[in-house]
């Protein structure tokens, strides 16, 4: 069993700026990928940010420019640095982790955190 652990969603002003962490924890061979998605209301479920093993990564175009994924490996862990927020960044924020353990290769997601943008 794999377990994903956000922080640091909030309220934010418009233009300001929040960091989200992602921890992984469990019986974890390795990570094959970790990113970042969003849901708004009434909206489906984004792909925000990715990075894979290899450190790659791939961004909504409506982040770039503004958003930056990191990862540390030693500590199975992603950020998402997100700058120049706006209105339409309003969403929770989902962690999301592909990973091999004992039962093969799954997609785990985390709780969900909030991140409003509101003056």
């Known amino acids: 069993q794999v377990q994903l652990v956000e922080s640091g969603g909030g309220l934010v002003q418009p233009g300001g700026s929040l960091r989200l962490s992602c921890a992984a924890s469990?019986?974890?061979?390795?990570?094959?990928?970790m990113g970042w998605y969003r849901q708004a209301p009434g909206k489906q479920r984004e792909l925000v940010a990715r990075?894979?093993?290899?450190?790659?990564?791939n961004y909504a175009d409506s982040v770039k420019g503004r958003f930056s994924i990191s990862r540390d490996n030693a500590k199975n862990a992603v950020y998402l640095q997100m700058n120049s927020l706006n209105a339409e960044d309003t969403a929770v924020y989902y962690c999301?982790?592909?990973?091999?353990?004992?039962?093969?290769?799954?997609?785990?997601w985390g709780q969900g955190t909030q991140v409003t943008v509101s003056s």
């Open positions: 990075i894979i093993s290899s450190g790659r990564t």
């Open positions: 999301n982790a592909v990973v091999t353990t004992v039962l093969g290769l799954g997609d785990y």
């Open positions: 469990g019986s974890i061979f390795s990570i094959n990928a």
